[in-house]
């Protein structure tokens, strides 16, 4: 743009000192508008909402809790056992939960981190996101079946509690109506049985035709397989629900004395010095059973439309 001006007693003309102020309003206007931009950046997407639950820790690992409502927390235990030759050799062997543990100051995200293995936590609406990436360090190829269970809780039970005071008992998460998802929707868990992935379940029976581990004291094998890598629990009131999910899954168990949910996290197959990534979710808002599925069917949607044959399932499970 060129402007016409003249100098009149060392002076730019009316003109040009008006098109000057309109250039100088343009740039303060821009800057602005850049200087919000970055704020909205820094603080997360436009129109975001913010986490209806929050983080910290506990003397096993992570605990989740309502904002609104305090108290109303359930505890993730990360982690207490390996199966079928994970991390060691054997088809049942303790893990570890002395692990390296980070919470952010505004109990947002979390980090569990291992020798081997991360597990990274972000809090959302009524949900936490789970992603455990794992690396086989071990001296074994680890096979399809080798898995890891962390123990989601309502918290110690009354003999426990002088010895994890963090971990206050959630008497409202204390029971056990808990619920797995089998052929055909949720169905009641029975007390201790573990139900078996149905997309492995010829490599379970191959393993033990009788059913027969060495857990199987404790746990017994139930001849009803789980279809889906959700455990879901409704509170004693019926107002609030709680669940836990992965997408690869090898079993469903729980009720054990911490009132647990045992949703075992598949890691294989895993060669030595491969890497693998597992996502999960944590389920903590108002509502049920049916709302707590519904959500995981939108969460996973694929695991959920290919488990519906057993040729998708077993695809998936191989993976």
């Not at 436009?46 to 506990?58: I, N």
């Not at 963090?166 to 949720?186: C, I, M, P, S």
Request: hydrophobic letters at 40%; one cysteine or more.
């Amino acid at each position: 743009m060129v402007f016409n001006f003249v100098m009149r007693d060392g002076r730019l003309s009316a003109r040009h000192e008006t098109a000057q102020r309109a250039v100088e309003s343009t740039r303060m206007l821009v800057r602005f508008v850049v200087l919000v931009a970055g704020i909205a950046a820094s603080s997360g997407a436009l129109g975001a909402s913010p986490p209806t639950v929050k983080l910290w820790e506990w003397e096993k690992g992570i605990a989740v809790e309502s904002v609104a409502r305090p108290g109303m927390t359930a505890y993730l235990w990360f982690y207490e056992w390996n199966m079928f030759d994970a991390r060691l050799p054997g088809v049942h062997t303790n893990g570890t939960y002395h692990l390296e543990r980070t919470v952010s100051c505004e109990g947002t995200t979390a980090t569990i981190v291992g020798p081997d293995m991360q597990l990274d936590l972000r809090a959302g609406t009524g949900s936490v996101d789970l992603s455990l990436r794992i690396a086989n360090h071990s001296k074994h190829d680890w096979p399809l079946l080798a898995s890891i269970i962390p123990c989601f809780n309502p918290g110690a039970p009354p003999s426990r509690t002088a010895r994890y005071p963090v971990a206050k008992l959630n008497v409202q998460l204390a029971n056990r109506r808990t619920y797995f998802v089998a052929k055909e929707g949720l169905e009641r868990l029975v007390d201790r049985e573990i139900h078996f992935n149905t997309a492995l379940r010829d490599e379970i029976d191959r393993l033990a035709p009788d059913g027969r581990f060495v857990f199987s004291s404790k746990w017994p094998t139930s001849n009803v397989n789980a279809h889906h890598g959700l455990l879901v629990r409704d509170s004693t009131d019926g107002k609030w629900v709680a669940g836990i999910a992965w997408e690869n899954f090898l079993s469903a168990q729980g009720h054990n004395p911490w009132q647990c949910m045992h949703l075992a996290v598949r890691v294989g197959p895993l060669k030595q010095g491969q890497t693998k990534t597992v996502r999960g979710k944590i389920y903590l808002f108002p509502g049920n059973r049916e709302d707590c599925l519904d959500r995981f069917q939108t969460d996973f949607p694929r695991r959920t439309s290919s488990a519906n044959s057993s040729e998708g399932a077993l695809k998936e499970a191989s993976n």
